[in-house]
């Protein structure tokens, strides 16, 4: 039989914070798998979108200089003229607001033009969250064709 608890003594038992501690470690253990899965999708969705804004950008280059950036120039030529006619002559950027970031796993977007994948114009990609050639799931590749 429990002692009775006086006003000054408030409080949960031992047993009462295990249970709820169990409970806590139960939903935890069901939500968090989404929650993770979540992340990773957001972070390749953010990769695409700066890809599509890159693609924009670069096409407006295209349309001003009469062509893509060389990959020496890569997608800083978005930002800065070239030193180089005729681009240096038809530039009319900057074509992007901010600097290139890096994309949402902190490796820098890899521009080649021309492309391998698209042999008249370029291509863009993000290597995913493992930083490496190919991969599935959230280490699978963000690319432009």
């Not at 989404?34 to 295209?62: C, K, P, W």
């Not at 990959?71 to 030193?83: H, K, N, W």
């Not at 977007?109 to 050639?133: A, F, M, T």
């Amino acid at each position: 039989m429990q002692p009775e608890r006086t006003a000054g003594q408030a409080g949960f038992t031992l047993l009462e914070v295990l249970v709820v501690m169990m409970i806590i470690g139960l939903l935890a253990a069901f939500v968090a798998p989404s929650v993770f899965h979540r992340l990773d999708e957001s972070r390749r969705v953010a990769a695409q979108n700066q890809i599509a804004i890159f693609g924009t950008a670069l096409e407006n280059y295209r349309l001003d200089v009469g062509q893509f950036p060389t990959t020496e120039q890569g997608l800083p030529a978005l930002l800065e003229p070239p030193s180089v006619p005729p681009a240096a002559e038809h530039w009319n950027g900057p074509y992007l607001e901010k600097k290139v970031p890096l994309d949402p796993w902190g490796h820098a977007y890899v521009y080649r033009c021309p492309g391998d994948h698209n042999p008249r114009s370029y291509d863009l990609y993000s290597y995913g969250k493992d930083g490496r050639e190919g991969g599935t799931g959230p280490d699978a590749d963000v690319v432009n064709w």
